[in-house]
């Protein structure tokens, strides 16, 4: 098994164990993705190569997932959910919506439509 990557962990299993450990013996208050990767021993950017690795990334997930459902959970629980939304953003949480136009060619914006003139 090549990860191209420093492995503190070679088997899911025992990375998915480590991770239901860190949320057994953390208060949830306490819990995030670095909080997490402290417990675990490795740095973040590790912390996402195991994201982005076949193997392990289900592990990682799942640990992704509880965590971000601790900062859903905030925002209706806190008067002024900046915090959680500010977290949320990070998981890919947007406030806006956005529009992506492909195409070629050129086109025309109209902004001021001629109306028939009123007899």
Known sequence: MDLRFPSKYSDPKVLLERIEEYFNVTDPKLQTRAGLCVFLGISKPTYYK???????????????????????????????PTGPIFALKQYGWADKNETEVKGSGSFEIITNIPRPKED
């Open 50 to 80: 195991y994201q982005n690795d076949e193997l392990f990334h289900e592990a990682i997930e799942w640990a992704n997932t509880r965590i971000e459902n601790k900062y859903e959970l905030d925002l209706n629980l806190r008067p002024n």
